[in-house]
């Protein structure tokens, strides 16, 4: 019996947890947490509320074959912890670029979780970038420090379009070059 499609991304050690490709089985949890109101508005890309599907549909589309990102589940099982803390996806771009971008559940939140998260992503490296992107609301100055203590950069400000907010936000981009 075929449980979950299997991708091609890899496993990623973190300290506390581990970085793995999202399962169908993640979808109760997946829901619970992108249906916070607080997690949806830090994103771009999460609405609120959370259209009936939608988790669903979020997840076909990270286990797709061809799909637009990579995306992994934060998994603390191993240290006690929950086995969906967060998510950390990863865009391929052009010329060996990814942008990266995550959300931790509320409950998880000022423990380090999203900081562990970026720093494995980034060494682990597995789009082989030169250089990462993210991309942060300009009102979640807590997300800003996990890249800046990552060693991203400032590199100016932009806007970007968010579901959740139904509008237009400021946002901060940084750059990381390896």
């Known amino acids: ?6 991708t091609n991304q890899p496993v990623i050690e973190a300290e506390r947890f581990i970085l793995r490709p999202v399962r169908k089985s993640d979808t109760g949890l997946l829901e619970l947490h992108m249906g916070d109101e607080r997690v949806a508005r830090a994103t771009g890309t999460i609405p609120h509320p959370l259209p009936p599907g939608a988790t669903e549909a979020y997840v076909a589309r990270a286990l797709s ?25 990863l865009r391929p771009m052009d010329r060996s670029q990814s942008e990266i971008s995550f959300w931790v559940a ?10 562990e998260a970026v720093r494995s992503m980034v060494a682990a490296n597995p789009q ?51």
Do not use: C, H
């Open 106 to 115: 509320p409950a998880f939140w000022n423990a380090g979780i999203a900081s």
């Open 128 to 178: 082989k970038a030169r250089t990462f992107f993210a991309e942060i609301f300009q009102d979640n100055p807590a997300s800003a420090r996990v890249v800046t203590n990552a060693g991203f950069e400032y590199l100016g400000d932009a806007e970007s379009y968010s579901l959740a907010r139904g509008a237009t936000v400021p946002t901060w981009t940084y750059v990381k070059r390896l």
């Open 1 to 6: 019996m075929i449980i979950d499609q299997i």
């Open 65 to 89: 074959p061809d799909r637009q990102e990579d995306v992994w589940v934060m998994d603390g099982v191993r240290s006690g912890l929950a086995e969906v803390l967060g998510v950390v996806l």
